[in-house]
């Protein structure tokens, strides 16, 4: 279901619907906090009302990967948003548990619906690293100032699931933007089977307990700071809008930096980065340390979410492989905040910490395989000879004897344009023979 933007315009309604739909998960420990308050349930039932909100948002991403070819992205996109602004405000509305429930279930099936559709469009951009670099650095701006928002407005549960909705509303006008088909009448339909099924695979799997492990504290992170570090919902708050300002940060330099240390290195070393800030974080007993650690973590987690989004968009244009690897890691974060809640519950906070901090250190391994083995697919003999002759097979396995010229073993492969050579009236198109390669000697 993969479009690939020709107007600014259309970038900015991906990344505007891709902050509507990351919105509720970036969220979700107000949202536990407030639905544990507000309507008396316990820290267990509070998690699974937040899980079961986010299982419907990666249940919409499988549904879409499977069929969003039948369905246009503008159509996609603003029932999403419908589903998310009457999910997530008459969850608001009620006290009743069922009833906010199923609200919470019909707006994730929404959020999940706006996740897909801009991720596939992302993954059509010229960069969809960078694209999803915005969207993530828009999210995380919008997040950061609920943060510092909601814990001056009225008790319960309604005002986070208020704040999604109005984003939901505020962000449908600009779905006009978005193309009404999936694809230009007169471009021919790609057809052909998923390509990289292994890697992405690895790469689904990978994400999805990478997700669960981090949201998994996300989702408890506002009751450590309550119960284990003793802080007021204020000074939480606050903690985590300047965490979110820190992913900002973070999020500008991965934007920055690129892809001039492709993706294996941002992958690896931020998944064991953000391990480290996992134990911290769940371990802080008062304010500096709990600051300490969830700042440091928000700084690495978008970082290294960008990269695995780009990654993702990287091994297939059409967005099929984007839109299954973010419904992976929606489920991932659906089961977090029971599995935080389970394990808070049974081994304490530090103990909780330990084992989500084993988790991330065992899945960054794979992940890291399949950015090496993905991210630049080497030059063998056998595509150069396809690509520059037989002088070029022999130059490519001896690099001490390889001009700039001629592409590195290990090098990326670089795609090749086809031109089309338009025949003079009244001609006959050149044959193929009358074409040879260009050399610096020649002339005109």
């Known amino acids: 279901m993969s479009s690939r933007p020709r107007v600014p315009g259309a970038l900015v309604a991906l990344v505007s619907l891709f902050t509507a ?35 419907g948002s990666s249940t919409a991403g499988f549904t879409l990967a499977a ?10 996109a603003r029932a999403g948003l419908l589903a998310m602004a009457v999910g997530y405000g008459s969850a608001a509305a009620t006290g009743v548990v069922p009833l906010v429930v199923a609200g919470a279930v019909l707006g994730g099936l929404g959020s999940g619906t706006a996740t897909a559709v801009a991720a596939a469009g ?5 960069d969809p690293h960078r694209a999803s670099t915005l969207g993530l650095l828009t999210v995380s701006a919008t997040a950061g100032a609920l943060y510092l928002t909601l814990p001056h407005l009225s008790g319960g549960h309604a005002p986070p699931l208020l704040a999604i909705a109005c984003a939901a509303a505020l962000v449908w006008p600009l779905t006009g933007r978005l193309p009404g088909a999936v694809r230009e009448p007169r471009e021919s339909a790609p057809t052909g089977p998923l390509p990289h099924r292994a890697a992405g695979a690895v790469l689904a799997g990978g994400i999805l307990l990478w ?22 919902e204020v000074t939480v708050g606050a903690v985590f809008a300047a965490a979110l300002g820190a992913g900002l940060l973070g999020v500008t330099a991965a934007g920055a930096l690129g892809s001039r240390l492709g993706r294996a290195v941002p992958i690896g070393v931020g998944t064991v980065a953000i391990a480290a800030c996992v134990l911290l974080s769940s371990a ?12 440091l973590w928000n700084a690495c987690y978008p970082v290294v979410l960008s990269y695995l989004l780009g990654l993702a968009a990287s091994l297939d244009p059409r ?6 690897v973010g419904a992976a890691s929606s489920l991932g974060v659906a089961c977090g905040p029971l599995a935080g809640s389970l394990l808070s519950e049974g081994a304490g906070y530090p103990g909780m910490g330990t084992v989500l901090c084993t988790l991330l250190l065992l899945v960054a391994m794979p992940m890291t395989a399949v950015a090496r083995h993905v991210s630049g697919r080497p ?34 492969e670089q795609e090749i344009t086809p031109i ?20 610096p000697s020649d002339r005109g």
């Open 211 to 232: 997700s669960l492990s981090q949201n998994a504290l996300w989702g408890v992170s506002g009751r450590i700071g309550l119960t284990q570090a003793g802080l007021s």
């Open 67 to 76: 069929r969003g070819d039948r369905i246009g992205p503008r159509r996609a």
């Open 122 to 126: 992302i993954a059509g951009q010229r």
């Open 420 to 439: 089309r050579v338009p025949a003079a009236a009244g001609r006959r198109r050149p044959a193929k023979s009358a074409f040879r390669l260009a050399r």
């Open 319 to 324: 967005g099929r492989w984007a839109v299954l």
């Open 21 to 55: 739909g990351y919105l509720a998960p970036y969220l979700l420990p107000t949202v536990v906090g407030r639905l544990s308050a507000g309507l008396g349930l316990t820290p267990a039932q509070a998690g699974l009302v937040g899980s079961v909100l986010l299982l």
């Open 379 to 412: 030059l063998v003999p056998g595509s150069v000879r396809r690509r520059g002759g037989a002088a070029g097979a022999v130059l490519a396995g001896t690099a001490a004897a390889t001009p700039p010229t001629v592409p590195q073993m290990g090098a990326p």
């Open 284 to 295: 802080a007993r008062d304010l500096a340390s709990f600051a300490t650690g969830e700042i």
